[in-house]
């Protein structure tokens, strides 16, 4: 929440932002600033029946994932490009209007569990001399809650976890670029839910492509897990039977299974209901991919890394490398640079095929593969997992 809060003051105190300024309508801002409304509006609400039924645990707990997983790691994460720079335009204003109000908003919900510091939060933001604890207590617009928006930001928000998961475990760094992230669906609903997001995935994964298909197109090869605690009570002598059917049963089955969250089922003659929450529904990897299931969400990531997509991922190393370079001198955020880099087998072909993209990140307005002079002060070395550059980093001349 400081750090949150520190982003917003740093920028707003620049670009001199009014919260008396009039309102930018919420119907006319980006999606992503109507998501993170229609969310604050349901904690508000949540929090709200959470203490009316004296549950202050639960009430603190959901302010803290709304902060946490939503406000600061995923909308000021990817709106941060929103408040850099430039004059304050419609757009920059409504992100600034958005996140001013769900701080103000969490600094009137978190005072009756941190009241010293919503107090200090609350009279930073507003510059009011009152305190946090004179205003009123929030209360939800239902207007401004989309259920069916808040459900897309958060399919998004588990399958982007669920594929960073998948990274880490073969250790593939995100700016390494993937290929292709397949994700099957079970109904038209979820397919739409995906192809809105899908650039938002892409993005945040760093894949080419999201390939969505169907639950009954057998490209991933399925299987049920009884959970024989939860198949126990509701069959009794029968479980066993249940399980070994349950076990068996085919793709179309499991497909119904994940589409309905039930399935109906003949055991020894008579109709039996069986719910999702009963299975756990596990698909096996596919060669060179790697497979997730959470509930009914699975997805399958190519984690095959071609030569073009290893280039590709020096290339944006070289990146991140300079820009802390350029941070480290001190560099102003529009200096301009030159680059020099030393011939090494591992980096040349990365460098030569992403010349463009290097020197567009890096605001480079010339770069070369050459001889570098030893004893040149100006030359750093890139120390890049097992590869090692060495590039010379000047100012450019005017």
Known sequence: ???????????????????????????????????????????????????????????????????????????????????????????????????????????????????????????????????????????????????????????????????????????????????????????????????????????EINVKDLKIVGNDEGILVKSVKPDFKKLGPKFGKQMKAAAEIIKNLDAKAIATLERDGKLTFDLNGTPADLDIADVEIISEDIPGWLVANEGNLTIALDVTVTPELRREGIARDIVNRIQNIRKSRDYDITDRISLTFAPADATDDAIRDFADYISRQVLATSLEIAPIADGDESVEELNMDDITAKVRISLATS
């Open 1 to 203: 929440l400081y750090n949150t809060y520190s982003f917003f003051a740093l920028y707003a105190n620049v670009d001199g932002f009014d919260p008396e300024a009039p309102q930018v309508p919420v119907s006319e801002r980006p999606e992503i600033d109507r998501w993170i409304l229609s969310l604050l509006n349901s904690l508000v609400k949540e929090v709200s029946e959470a203490l009316d039924d004296y549950e202050p645990t639960r009430a603190a707990r959901a302010i803290g994932d709304f902060v946490g997983d939503n406000l600061s790691n995923w909308y000021v994460r990817l709106n941060r490009k929103r408040f850099w720079g430039g004059e304050m335009t419609t757009d920059k204003l409504a992100a600034y209007q958005t996140l001013y109000t769900c701080l103000k908003t969490v600094a009137l919900l978190m005072a009756p569990f941190a009241p010293f510091y919503a107090d200090r939060l609350y009279r930073d933001l507003t510059g009011s001399t009152e305190s946090v604890h004179l205003d009123r207590f929030p209360v939800a617009d239902d207007t401004l809650i989309d259920n069916e928006l808040e459900a897309r930001q958060k399919l998004a928000q588990d399958i982007t976890s669920m594929a960073l998961a998948l990274r880490r475990k073969v250790n593939l760094k995100v700016r390494q670029p993937l290929q292709t992230i397949m994700v099957p669906v079970a109904d038209e609903s979820r397919r739409k839910a995906l192809e809105a997001i899908m650039e938002l995935v892409k993005s």
